[in-house]
């Protein structure tokens, strides 16, 4: 099925640095949300936006919805250890049946 | 607000038998609940929409045979995964959307791991 271009694949990070993701997309969006996953666990919503040029913050999580409506990116500032995981970008709006396209993920590692 | 539940969390079995999952919204009612599978490393894969009163909508490629849904409540959702097989072993995953909220947020249930023998 139709999938979000998310990038980069995995970022090895270390703690204190700022992190950028994206997702972009051929098709436009309504909304685009950003979830995070820890191993074993279901996605949490971390941001939701839903007009283009939106800017939303969630602590030190920064994400902007493109001028477009066909991109989004997040980003994490002065990272913790904690802040490791599996970040998805997702789109929807699309139509009425309430459907997200999903990014393959964006895996956040700390360096040693 | 908008906490997803699932049962169990963990689950193996022998081949040939069935499983339910059950998906419950604890703290709102949710007309519609979706279901997904995820492999290892991979992203979350949409195998159905579960609509209360109604049948489920199966995206491509997903047998409704085999993955039987029933949304018997505004609060619960189940999956039964029928003659389960080892290459049914994956993550399974639901989500609902609160009413009130936008349409497309979709809160997780914490996911049931699933091992066929």
């Known amino acids: 099925g139709q999938q979000l271009n998310q990038s980069p694949q995995s970022m090895f990070i270390q703690e204190g640095e700022d992190v950028s993701m994206n997702c972009t997309s051929s098709?436009?969006?309504?909304?685009w949300l950003w979830y995070k996953q820890e191993p074993g666990e279901g996605p949490v919503l971390l941001i939701a936006l839903y007009k283009a040029g939106e800017l939303t913050s969630n602590g030190r999580l920064t994400a902007q919805f493109g001028i477009t409506r066909k991109d989004s990116f997040l980003n994490i500032s002065a990272s913790i250890p904690s802040d490791v995981g599996i970040y998805f970008c997702?789109?929807?709006?699309?139509?009425?049946?309430?459907?997200?396209?999903w990014g393959a993920g964006t895996k956040l590692i700390i360096k040693p | 607000g908008a906490v997803v539940s699932q049962h169990p969390s963990w689950v193996i079995c022998k081949s040939g038998t069935s499983v339910k999952i059950e998906c419950r919204s604890l703290?709102?009612?949710?007309?519609?609940m979706f279901w997904y599978r995820q492999f290892p490393k991979q992203s979350l894969m949409l195998m159905a929409t579960?609509?209360?009163?109604?049948?489920?909508?199966?995206e491509q490629g997903v047998e409704k045979d085999k993955f039987l849904i029933n949304h018997a409540s505004l609060t619960l959702s189940t999956l039964t995964v029928t003659s389960a097989h080892p290459e049914d072993s994956s993550f399974y995953i639901c989500?609902?959307?609160?009413?009130?909220?936008?349409?497309?947020?979709?809160?997780f249930g914490p996911g049931t791991r699933l091992t066929v023998l």
């Open positions: 703290d709102f009612q949710a007309t519609t």
């Open positions: 997702a789109g929807g709006g699309m139509d009425s049946n309430y459907q997200l396209i």
């Open positions: 098709s436009i969006f309504n909304t």
């Open positions: 989500s609902a959307n609160p009413p009130g909220g936008s349409y497309n947020e979709q809160f």
């Open positions: 579960s609509n209360e009163g109604s049948k489920a909508t199966y």
